[in-house]
């Protein structure tokens, strides 16, 4: 069944010439909304410029409220099945100190799990397949099409062979991330802005002991190992962006071996026997906030809403906004969109103001531990508001 859905996805074939709604960006933002809006009973297109079942770059750790969604949607069997392995603790480690906090049973999830994007993107689009989304790959939105009074009413998109196809939609939805082409052509404009970014090096291990998911921070550098998909750690190390030349230094891998012995001595010895991996790096970007509609046309993931990286919330954010997003497309007002829009500010101001605040690596152990319980209770409210009856019997 998967292979068929994946075949289905991959296939190149015309777009029809409308739909209900054209989705751009197919990974978790794009493909969880389009899912949501297919089985609501609308006629979805969604394209994306790049391949099936591919990597981004991007680590994977997944929050509470994802996993609640993903578990709702009935995509969580298949996320398992992938060999993902279970979280069933998270601790964080301020120098000496360490607290372990386990994930308690709740909401139908008994622990958190963090795939490979190749896993979890590529099964998000599968479901979307499932529900009727039409899927193509290797097309890109190059414009929108527009009536007379400025309102969005399609999408011109080019196919890998230079075929342009103009296609009608009630409404199009960017979920092209953080660069979002979608943004640019409506002119959205970013009313929030964080004021640090961080730089982030990582690599997968195979054979490393850790148990669940593991933060590290002394002063000025951070660390994470994050359980993925068969048996292998994803390992990553965090540098204020201004230290970013420390990270992509000209010996990169020294670079990363020297700064993750200083934060996770333990850990840094084990990644150290366990050999050299291809390291991935991302420079870092500070947070923004988009307006995230307007006529015809919607954001939603990075697209509208990005945070630094260093608190691994930003798949978590995707999921709870694609579903905030459906269901005010699937109400089919303005007022539902202005309401998306607000409901997603709401849940995120905390964790774009905390993820900042750690971001700025400004902090003593102390006070990042008292941002950390920030963070924890602005979860707490977040899986509040995604276990309401509103949504509970909605997408199933
Ligand atoms: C280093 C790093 C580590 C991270 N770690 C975590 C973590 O541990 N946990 C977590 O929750 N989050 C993490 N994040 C954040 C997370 O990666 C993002 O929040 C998430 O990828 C947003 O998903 P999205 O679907 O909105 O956009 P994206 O994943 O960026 O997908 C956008 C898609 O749009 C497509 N696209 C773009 N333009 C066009 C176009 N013109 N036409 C057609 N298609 C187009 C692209 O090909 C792409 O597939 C991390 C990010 C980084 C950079």
């Given amino acids: 069944m998967r292979l068929k859905t994946a075949m289905r996805a991959s296939q190149a074939k015309p777009p029809a010439s409308s739909y209900n709604v054209v989705v751009v960006g197919a990974r978790c933002a794009g493909a969880a909304t389009a899912m949501l809006l297919a089985r609501a009973g609308h006629r979805v297109l969604m394209v994306d410029r790049g391949r099936y079942g591919t990597d981004t770059l991007s680590t994977h750790a997944l929050m509470r409220g ?3 969604q993903l578990h709702r949607w009935n995509v969580l069997p298949a996320v398992i099945a992938a060999d993902t392995t279970p979280v069933r603790q998270a601790t964080f480690f301020y120098g000496d100190e360490s607290v372990s906090v386990p994930i ?3 909401d139908g999830v008994d622990a958190l799990y963090a795939p490979r994007r190749y896993v979890l993107d590529r099964l998000l689009v599968d479901a979307a397949v499932a529900s009727g989304v039409e899927v193509l790959y290797g097309v890109r939105l190059e414009g929108l099409q527009r009536s007379t009074t400025g309102r969005v009413t399609g999408a011109v998109l080019e196919g890998e062979s230079g075929a342009v196809h103009h296609v009608s939609s009630d409404m199009v939805v960017g979920a092209d991330g953080m660069r979002s082409t979608v943004a640019r052509l409506v002119g959205s404009t970013t009313y929030r802005a964080g004021q640090h970014a961080t730089a982030t090096l990582y690599g997968h291990w195979s054979g490393l002991d850790v148990a669940g998911y593991e933060w590290y921070f002394v002063p000025g550098l951070s660390a994470g190992a994050i359980p993925t998909n068969a048996g292998e750690v994803c390992v990553s190390l965090t540098v204020p962006g201004a230290e970013l030349t420390r990270l992509f230094a000209h010996q990169t891998d020294e670079a990363f071996h020297a700064l993750l012995s200083q934060v996770a001595p333990g850990l840094s010895d084990q990644v150290a026997r366990a050999g050299p991996r291809r ?15 307007g006529p015809g046309w919607a954001l939603v993931g990075d697209a509208g809403y990005f945070k630094d990286p260093l608190t691994a919330h930003g798949i978590t954010d995707a999921l709870r906004d694609a579903e905030l997003l459906a269901d005010a497309i699937d109400a089919g007002s303005g007022d539902a969109l202005a309401e998306y829009q607000e409901q997603r500010d709401a849940a995120s101001l905390d964790f774009f103001q905390t993820t900042d605040a750690i971001a700025s690596f400004r902090w003593t152990l102390s006070e990042v531990r008292l941002l950390h319980e920030t963070m924890a209770k602005a979860m707490s409210r977040e899986v509040k508001l995604l276990v309401q009856p509103r949504f509970t019997g909605s997408w199933a």
């Fill in 66 to 68: 994802a996993v609640v």
């Fill in 104 to 106: 308690a049973p709740r």
């Fill in 279 to 293: 390291l991935q790096g991302f420079p870092g970007h500070v947070g923004f906030f988009r307006q995230a509609h």
